[in-house]
């Protein structure tokens, strides 16, 4: 492999793929069009899924294509919401649509983006406004693909760290709920000395002190920072 080609692989691989990736622009392996959609077309409780230029996916009783593709905002927060379906849906006519992939897979295609599309739309992107873009940044932005069978590797490999990051996140979301519901349960309500809720061998009242009570605190004329010590 030449230096030329030892530009066009990745410093990590999965053992068995030795050949260099190939430059490829997105208009030429994809299809790219704007939706022809409204906000106004959404519909509470819509059959199908209606993409917009936020994070948020609407609903609509009507479908514009059916099929594997990626949806990004055409204005506002470029480089950081990507929508990824396979299937029937609608989508906002300032929303860009990646479909029809030749020589790639939709999946793989998302992740590039992910990494390297922002740095890219910023670069060339046309100042309003918002940030907005235009199709040509799109069709020119440069993606490096290998065959389809590291592809398809890829794309399995990082779904399944994204599903574990989707199911850790609901993990954390459930434990500071139940803290916060803890927190109100086992410390007095305002103008209440015991708590609702108590660990077994514990009974009476608590005591109210005041914090300077209890602690020292310091200003700092440095930072200007309270510092409590607590004095047990």
Not at 103 to 113: E, N, P, Q, S, W
Not at 121 to 146: E, G, H, M, Q, W
Request: some cysteine; overall charge positive; proline content about 3%.
């Amino acid at each position: 492999m030449d230096a030329k080609e030892e530009k066009l692989v990745p410093n990590i691989r999965f053992r068995g793929f030795t050949h260099a990736w190939e430059q490829r622009k997105l208009g030429e392996i994809a299809r790219i069009s704007t939706g022809s959609s409204n906000q106004q077309d959404a519909v509470n409780d819509g059959k199908y899924p209606f993409f917009v230029r936020s994070e948020n996916i609407e609903r609509s009783n009507r479908y514009t294509f059916d099929g594997e593709a990626i949806l990004i905002p055409g204005e506002g927060k470029l480089g950081d919401i990507y929508h990824y379906v396979n299937g029937k849906f609608d989508y906002h006519q300032r929303v860009y649509k990646i479909s029809n992939f030749s020589d790639c897979r939709g999946k793989f295609i998302l992740y590039c983006m992910k990494k390297n599309f922002k740095r890219h739309a910023l670069k060339y992107t046309v100042k309003a406004t918002v940030d907005s873009l235009r199709l040509p940044i799109l069709t020119n932005f440069n993606v490096l693909i290998p065959n389809i069978s590291e592809q398809v590797i890829l794309s399995q490999f990082f779904s399944n760290i994204d599903h574990l990051l989707t199911l850790h996140e609901r993990k954390l979301e459930l434990l500071k709920e139940l803290k916060k519901a803890f927190s109100q349960l086992m410390f007095p309500d305002k103008d209440e000395t015991v708590p609702k809720l108590r660990f077994k061998g514990f009974d009476g009242e608590w005591k109210q002190r005041k914090l300077d009570e209890i602690s020292k605190i310091v200003m700092t004329e440095f930072t200007k920072l309270q510092i409590i010590k607590i004095q047990v």
